[in-house]
């Protein structure tokens, strides 16, 4: 994704970022949708969990064991800060996740967000175990109206979390383009829930 920048300054773009941000962020509409879907146990990972939308509403909402990794420690301190006030438990890390990615067959489910790493699809696969999730929702290239990156590089392609993520048995997918309407629906991402068998 950011291969021209180093460690240190992805993250300081985005501490600064963080440090700018009220809140915690909303969790994504690929884990509100399909929440259902998790097993009653196990573990998740939310990768690139920035200020922990995602890994908070997780722990308030099931059982299972919930990593939250980021390369900025300003994301992960209020990840921290913010589940300690709500007793709620995340196991945090402030970790490069393109230079160390999740161990092979470590997690039950992984979840990402407007977040796109396309070289780290292949480690995604091998770091779910055997009958394990992925939930992914990030921008896409054709997009109505402003709003999301404007780095086109960054966003997907037509389709392109379908031929990533082709080698996982595919459970749900919405990108809707600029068809139709496009003052409704679920614009500007694509999501995709799919299964390691
Ligand atoms: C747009 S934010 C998304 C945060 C969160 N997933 C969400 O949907 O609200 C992108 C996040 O990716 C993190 N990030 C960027 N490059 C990273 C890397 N190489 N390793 C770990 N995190 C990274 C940033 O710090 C930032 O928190």
Same mark, same amino acid.
């Given at each position: 994704?950011?291969? @021209?920048?180093?460690?240190?300054?992805? /993250?300081?773009?985005?501490?600064?970022?963080?440090?700018?941000? @009220?809140?915690?962020?909303? &969790?994504?509409?690929?884990?509100?949708?399909?929440?259902?879907?998790? &097993?009653?146990?196990?573990? !998740?990972? @939310?990768?690139?969990?920035? /200020?922990?939308?995602?890994? #908070?509403? =997780?722990?308030?909402?099931?059982?299972?064991? !919930? +990593?939250?990794? *980021?390369?900025? *420690?300003?994301?992960?301190?209020?990840?921290?800060?913010?589940?300690?006030?709500?007793?709620?438990?995340?196991?945090?890390?402030?970790? *490069?996740?393109? %230079?160390?990615?999740?161990?092979?067959?470590?997690?039950?489910?992984?979840?990402?967000?407007?977040?796109? *790493?396309?070289? %780290?699809?292949?480690?995604?696969? +091998?770091?779910?175990?055997?009958?394990? #999730? #992925?939930?992914?929702?990030?921008?896409?290239?054709?997009?109505?109206?402003?709003?999301? &990156?404007?780095? &086109?590089?960054?966003?997907?392609?037509?389709?392109?979390? =379908?031929?990533?993520?082709?080698?996982?048995?595919?459970?749900?997918?919405?990108?809707?383009?600029? =068809?139709? @309407?496009?003052?409704?629906?679920?614009?500007?991402?694509?999501? %995709?829930?799919?299964?390691?068998?």
């Amino acid at each position: 994704m950011q291969h @021209d920048m180093t460690s240190h300054e992805i /993250r300081k773009k985005w501490n600064h970022r963080h440090s700018q941000a @009220d809140g915690i962020g909303e &969790p994504a509409k690929v884990l509100i949708e399909n929440l259902h879907l998790l &097993p009653q146990s196990g573990s !998740i990972l @939310d990768l690139a969990c920035g /200020r922990g939308g995602n890994a #908070l509403y =997780l722990a308030e909402k099931t059982r299972l064991s !919930i +990593d939250a990794w *980021d390369i900025s *420690d300003v994301a992960v301190n209020r990840v921290e800060s913010e589940a300690k006030i709500r007793g709620l438990s995340v196991n945090t890390q402030v970790r *490069d996740i393109s %230079l160390s990615p999740p161990k092979p067959n470590s997690f039950n489910a992984i979840v990402t967000t407007h977040f796109l *790493d396309r070289a %780290l699809a292949p480690a995604l696969i +091998d770091a779910l175990c055997l009958g394990g #999730l #992925l939930f992914y929702q990030t921008f896409t290239q054709t997009a109505v109206g402003s709003g999301g &990156p404007s780095n &086109p590089k960054i966003c997907l392609g037509e389709g392109e979390l =379908l031929k990533l993520f082709q080698h996982l048995r595919l459970r749900v997918y919405r990108e809707e383009g600029a =068809l139709g @309407d496009v003052k409704r629906g679920w614009r500007n991402l694509a999501m %995709l829930v799919a299964e390691k068998v």
